[in-house]
């Protein structure tokens, strides 16, 4: 308590010479308002100390803290994570990473005016929906499409505009909820639809649907139970079997797909499920999916499928609320003009990600650890299987090797395929695993990476070009100086 006297005023701290040089940079409102908080975080810390502190180094460290504060806010949170998981389509970690052509348009089309809403032929208003349609329309074969936030979005459009007040036929062993509470139950009842459960948890057949029908049956509704798989005795109605029950009854069928796999150039264990191509000429009559999952775009609700249905829900007031940006239009379609490519799996970084081979996975680790070696070759590490110099127990800060891994698509995709992978195993020597994590977490980059007993797992397939670099230097900078931050 005895150093609370000492705490200089504000008009004091706002005079000195390096708050002053904080003023030009930003605002005096924020400069204030960010030394009042470091003002009362340092008396709190005073409080508890009863030793003598001289006044001038209290000056010193509220100055110190204001302009750390002024650094850290001046970063904003949301910032790039190399993503050592092996989990392709990380949803924590903002599922796709984009491809060049997308990144270029966005910037393209963000940085300057551009034709969102006019029709540049007749110089008269357009429609922002115009412009992924045709490309779409060439793409997955369908009649018509539309774009929209998110593929939550897109089930609420198209239940909203063609169920409200009606039924729509559902199997109980579809009723999923996807990461992120999007929970089919609740999206139908927030659409006015009303759901009516056929068939039991494991199993559901052509007939449960057909005696469920009567006049008030608007769709005919069939989810991809993405994150999760009911394995054993089961039985899902296939795809058309459905579409030929909607046909004879004239009830629309509407598949909501999840991922919605596009690229034909899929390994062949990722092959299993039908494509978008697919479902549109089984006769599907609506279909939507993610911008961000197997696509690899930006974050968007993409619906394709007959036109009067999609026209309806193009005049839909929701559609309004629903609406996609043009950058997220820029992205999408920088990122579906790389299907018309002959090689969509070299341009998108999923695509790729996806394709590669245990052999790719196998070298690109090998690889990663001769980097490790090289940077990290004045430290005391140990790399197994590799002549390294000698080092006592005590003195090694790191052992390293590379191993086999198992990776996954994520993003709610493929929920029990497992792709073959690698990586590199590290057991740090002198800090905890926890410590190191979370080093690695909160530098200036962030790794993120898996634990597995007491050791770090970082998986090669999901590490970008560069990235191997940049975590040898992570790696280097902690074993160097493991308790700064
Ligand atoms: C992921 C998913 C959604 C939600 O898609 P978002 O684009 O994240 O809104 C809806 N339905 C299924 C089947 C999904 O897999």
Redesign the pocket.
């Known amino acids: 308590m005895i150093n609370l006297k000492k705490i200089p005023s504000m008009d004091e701290i706002l005079i000195q010479e390096e708050i002053k040089q904080l003023m030009v940079r930003y605002k005096r409102d924020y400069v204030v308002q960010t030394a009042r908080t470091a003002v009362e975080e340092i008396r709190e810390s005073l409080r508890k100390i009863n030793t003598e502190i001289e006044k001038k180094a209290i000056l010193t460290s509220i100055i110190d803290s204001i302009k750390l504060k002024a650094e850290n806010d001046d970063k904003g949170t949301l910032q790039r994570v190399i993503n050592g998981t092996g989990v392709v389509l990380h949803t924590n970690l903002g599922r796709a990473p984009l491809g060049a052509r997308a990144l270029s348009h966005m910037q393209e089309i963000g940085r300057n005016y551009n034709n969102l809403e006019m029709d540049l032929e007749t110089g008269e208003r357009g429609s922002r929906y115009s412009h992924i349609e045709g490309l779409l329309q060439k793409i997955t074969g369908a009649e018509a499409a539309l774009v929209v936030n ?4 897109a ?1 609420m459009l198209a239940l909203t505009t063609l169920a409200e007040g009606r039924e729509v036929i559902v199997s109980r062993g579809q009723l ?1 909820e ?3 509470a ?1 929970r089919i139950p609740e999206v139908m009842k927030l659409s006015g639809a009303t759901l009516v459960e056929v068939g039991t948890t494991n199993k559901t057949y052509i007939s449960d649907f057909s005696q469920a029908i009567n006049e008030a049956t608007a769709l005919l509704f069939s ?2 139970t ?2 999760y798989q009911i394995i054993g005795f089961t039985s899902e109605v296939p795809m058309s079997e459905l579409v030929s029950l909607g046909q004879k009854q004239e009830i629309p069928v509407f598949l ?4 919605g796999i596009i690229s034909s150039l899929l390994p062949d264990g990722l092959k299993k499920e039908p494509t978008v191509q697919e479902c549109v000429q089984a006769g599907a009559d609506i279909i939507s999916f ?4 197997m696509l690899g775009g930006p ?1 968007a ?1 993409i619906i394709v499928g007959k036109r009067k249905y999609i026209e309806q829900m193009k005049k839909n007031q929701l559609l309004r609320a629903l609406r996609v940006d043009k950058l997220i239009l820029a992205g999408l379609e920088g990122t579906l003009l790389e299907y018309l490519s002959a090689y969509p799996e070299e341009n998108l970084p999923i695509n790729k990600m996806l394709a590669a081979t245990q052999e790719d996975m196998e070298a690109k680790a090998e690889a990663f650890l001769s980097i490790l070696k090289e940077q990290l070759s004045d430290i005391p590490i140990l790399v197994h299987n590799q002549t390294s110099p000698a080092y006592s127990a005590n003195e090694l800060l790191l052992e390293l090797q590379k191993v086999a891994l198992e990776d996954m698509v994520g ?3 493929y929920p029990n395929h497992k792709l073959p992978g690698a990586g590199v195993e590290l057991e740090f020597k002198h800090i905890s695993l926890e410590q190191a994590a979370a080093k690695l977490r909160q530098g200036k980059l962030a790794l993120v990476a898996r634990r597995q007993d007491n050791k770090m797992l970082i998986s090669v397939r999901t590490l970008l070009a560069g990235d191997e670099l940049e975590i040898a230097a992570m790696i280097r900078e902690l074993l160097l100086n493991p308790s700064r931050k």
């Open positions: 998110n593929n939550a979005a089930v999923v996807i990461g992120g999007f989810a991809h993405s994150n909501d797909l999840g991922s993610s911008g961000d999952k974050q609700g993003g709610g995709a």
